[in-house]
């Protein structure tokens, strides 16, 4: 079992920037693909970014550029950067830890709110 908790969320005005972090319970984060998702309420989850075991990182078309996914396999963290936010990137943010169907697991959210 693997316990996922993310923090860094909040309102920040357009253009501004964010950190989340995601830290996770256990000794085998360096084995899992990270992945970032958000949801708007109403809407399906959809994935934002993420990074395999061995750092290898990709973006949705609407995030990149603007998006950086990173991992510290020695704090248990995986980060997410985001700058040059915009309203439309107001969601929830969901970390999440996958090694399988049998084997994934998520972190409760984070609000990111863009807004002036």
């Known amino acids: 079992q693997v316990q996922l908790v993310e923090s860094g969320g909040g309102l920040v005005q357009p253009g501004g920037s964010l950190r989340l972090s995601c830290i996770a319970s256990g000794s085998l984060f360096k084995f899992y693909f990270m992945n970032w998702y958000r949801q708007v309420s109403g809407n399906e989850r959809e994935l934002v970014a993420k990074?395999?075991?061995?750092?290898?990182?990709s973006y949705a078309d609407f995030v990149k550029d603007r998006f950086t996914i990173s991992r510290d396999n020695t704090k248990n963290t995986v980060y997410l950067q985001m700058n040059s936010l915009k309203p439309e990137d107001t969601a929830v943010y969901y970390c999440?830890?996958?090694?399988?169907?049998?084997?994934?697991?998520w972190g409760q959210g984070t609000q990111v709110t863009v807004s002036s």
């Open positions: 999440n830890a996958y090694r399988g169907a049998k084997d994934e697991y």
């Open positions: 990074i395999t075991p061995g750092r290898d990182a």
